[in-house]
């Protein structure tokens, strides 16, 4: 179980977010708060929206987070994990899957574009 960086509790894995210094935070309030932005870059994240990509490696491995800066952010983090299965030699049948959730009103959703395209139907569509 990691502990939380920004408060100091301890959380269950895959449940919190990996910044980018790999140190681990349980919600994002915690992660954007050690960030140390001032309120008005906080309410513009958080209008923004705050992204994350969940990614699960073949199995048996746990699934992880990774926090990103916005929408070209995660389609880039998540071609970079699909790549790296590639480069692997894993094949279809083997490969990781993931995707992308957004924060809004206290949890995690998965992303949809305003079309209602989940982030991989939106990437094969050429979207960002």
Do not use: Q
Request: aromatic fraction near 12%; glycine fraction near 14%.
């Amino acid at each position: 179980m990691p502990r939380c960086v920004g408060c100091g509790e301890w959380f269950s894995d895959g449940t919190g977010i990996t910044g980018k210094s790999g140190d681990h935070y349980c919600k994002p309030e915690c992660y954007l708060g050690k960030a140390r932005k001032s309120s008005k870059e906080l309410a513009e994240i958080l209008l923004r929206g705050i992204y994350r990509v969940w990614w699960m490696p073949r199995f048996p491995e746990e699934p992880f987070h990774v926090m990103c800066e916005g929408l070209g952010s995660a389609v880039a983090t998540i071609k970079l994990l699909s790549d790296y299965d590639l480069y692997m030699g894993h094949d279809d049948e083997s490969r990781s899957s993931g995707g992308m959730e957004v924060y809004r009103d206290g949890d995690w959703h998965e992303w949809y574009s305003e079309d209602g395209e989940d982030i991989n139907d939106f990437m094969a569509k050429g979207g960002i």
